[in-house]
């Protein structure tokens, strides 16, 4: 397989492969979405012969290095994983919580960001974030990043957080493209 079109130090947008044939299945995508057609068990065997055991780095780069170059992923990816990288840098958090998850991929990128000491929890969107905040387990302080809110979507956990902004907390949405995810 060819390497990843670039021009000028920058991957060209939409022009990879596995990023082409997902467009190609995209009825398949929106009814079936991607879980379950054997993408995350290749992902897995990719991940084990090619990122050696406790390498976070090697683990997150053999991840993004399969959603380049053998099947698109709906996940994170390096792009938004940065902006995900320097919000759990700057608010050094002794305790995170991570709604949702496909492969951990961000899951990853979040325990090589937090600080010493600090533990990670993982589950589902809206219903966590919502008895979250009835509980006032949020702070000042506390970030919420949600990945694929957009596309494929989840509508509910971002007109929540919407209808919230200024209120009881600040939105920043970011636009990134599945094809500079690299």
Known sequence: MPRILEAGGRRIPFLRWSLIRMLLGMRKLTTDWQVGDGREEALG??????????DLDAAIDAIDRFG?????????????GALLDRAVEATAPKLLLELGTYVGYSALRTARAMPDGA???????LPDLETIFERGWLHPGSRIVGDNIKFPGAPEFRAYLNERD?????????????STRR
């Open 68 to 80: 380049y170059e053998q099947s698109f992923l709906i996940n994170v990816g390096d792009e938004k």
């Open 166 to 178: 200024g209120g009881e907390w600040r939105v920043t949405e970011h636009e990134t493209t599945p």
């Open 45 to 54: 065997a990719h991940v084990a012969a090619n990122a050696p055991a406790g």
């Open 119 to 125: 533990r990670l929890d993982k589950n589902a969107y």
